[in-house]
C-alpha cells in the first residue's frame, strides 16, 4: 500500500526512511562506509560514494527535505556556507550579475561582496521593502535574486511576493535563505521560490551538535548543484547525516515552542523600561507583521533588541543573564545570546553594518526550549542590575 503524508509533522517522521526497515531497524542505521560495491550503474555520478552525497544516508535526508518543503527536489551540504557558495557559483558564471538583499548573514555578505567579484561576478544590493527600486538595479546581464525569509539580525521580513513575481517577469532565478523561519513556519517552493536554502546546523537539526547546509527546490536547479558540489568537495559525512535525519525528526515539536515562548520573551522586552527596540516580526508593533502573518505559519524563535544605554548596557546585561548562553549560532534547544557585531557579522566593516541598521550594541537572542517564564524572571533581574 503506498504511504500518504499529508501534513508536516508526519513528513518528518517517516519522509525518506527506508521501507522495508533495514533489518527491522526503526532508525535509519549509519552508512559509515566511503565505498560501495559497484552494481552495473550506467555514469561516473551514480556510483554510491559519500562525495557524491549518493549514500543511504544522504539519499533518505535528501527525501525527507523535499517533502519538509513540498519541493521537487533536495540536496544536504557539509555547511549552510556550502550550500549558498555552491548554489551561487553553479548558477552565476564570470560576467554575470546578482541582485541580493541588503540585510543578508555576514558570511553570506562576505562571499558576495569579496568573492563573486574576484571571479568576475558583479552584484547590487536592494531594499527587500521597496520592490519599485528594484528595476533601477537590474541589468541585461543579470541572472538570480537573493533574499532572506527573515533577515539576520534585524528580522525583516521583504516584499517575498514581489521578489517571486519580480523574478518570473525579468526570466531570474530565486533564492532564499529559509534559515530562519524553518518549513514550519514558511515553505518556499509552496510560493514559487526556485530554491530553498538552509543552515541545517539551526533549526533543522536543532541540537548544535553538527553543521550542515541543504538547497530544496526544482529538481533541474538540484541536479545541477549536486554536480558542481561534487567538484568541490563539499558533502556531508555519514555520521552527521545520520544526526541531521534524527533533528528533523523533533522540528515540528520544537519549533512550535519556541514560536510560542519568543513572542511572549519579545512582549515581555518590548514592554520594559530597559530596552529601547525589539524586532520581532510576531510584534504588532513590527514593519513587517501583517506581512508575516500573511506569509508564515509561524514568527520564529529569533529576535534582537537594543537596551538603552548603548555598548556599556548591552555588555553588562550580558554579562548579568545566567540562563541564554553568549554563543554564537542559533536554532538549537538552548537558548543563545550574542552581540551580531562580534560574531555573525564580525566580517562585515563597522560603515556597512551601520548602514544597514546593526549597531555595535544590537543583542541577537535565538530562543531554545527552556522555560518562558525562567527566561521572562533571568531577563528581568539582568535588566534591573
Known sequence: MTKEYKHLETKLIHAGEPDPLICGAVSMPVFQSSTFECAGEPGYYNLKYIRLNNTP??????????????????????????AISTTLLTLLKTGDHLLAQDCLYGGTHDFITQDLPALGISFDFIDGNAPDSWKSKLRSNTKAILVET?????????????????????????LID????????????EWDFDLSIHSCSKYL??????????????????????????????????????????????????????????????????????????????????SGHQRAKDLFDGFGGMMSFEIRGGLEA??????????????????????????????????VSAE?????????????????????????????????K
Open 178 to 189: 529559509n534559515t530562519f523561519a524553518s518549513p514550519l513556519n514558511f515553505r518556499p517552493p
Open 150 to 174: 527573515i533577515t539576520n539580525p534585524l528580522l525583516q521580513v521583504a516584499d517575498l511576493k514581489a521578489v517571486v513575481q519580480f523574478a518570473r517577469d525579468y526570466g531570474l532565478v530565486s
Open 314 to 347: 548591552a555588555n553588562r546585561f550580558l554579562e548579568n543573564t545566567t540562563l541564554p548562553i553568549c554563543a554564537p549560532s542559533l536554532g538549537g534547544i538552548e537558548s543563545l545570546i550574542t552581540r551580531p557585531a562580534a560574531t555573525s557579522h564580525a566580517g
Open 57 to 82: 544516508n544522504h539519499e533518505a535526508l535528501h527525501e525527507k527535505l523535499a517533502a519538509s518543503e513540498n519541493a521537487e527536489a533536495a540536496l544536504v551540504t557539509a555547511s549552510g556556507m556550502a
Open 205 to 286: 537539526n536543532g541540537h548544535s551538535d553538527i553543521v550542515a547546509g541543504a538547497v530544496i527546490g526544482r529538481s533541474d536547479m538540484v541536479n545541477r548543484i549536486t554536480y558542481k558540489l561534487a567538484r568541490f568537495g563539499g558533502s556531508l559525512d555519514p555520521h552527521a547525516c545520520f544526526l541531521l535525519h534524527r533533528g528533523m525528526k523533533t522540528l515540528a515539536v520544537r519549533m512550535k515552542y519556541q514560536n510560542e515562548s519568543a513572542l511572549r520573551i519579545a512582549e515581555f522586552l518590548e514592554g520594559h523600561s530597559s530596552v529601547e527596540t525589539v524586532n520581532y516580526p510576531g510584534l504588532k508593533s513590527h
Open 352 to 384: 556597512d553594518r551601520h548602514a544597514i541598521g546593526i549597531s555595535d550594541s544590537l543583542i541577537r537572542l535565538s530562543v531554545g526550549l527552556e522555560s518562558t517564564e525562567d527566561m521572562i524572571e533571568d531577563f528581568d533581574r539582568a535588566l534591573t
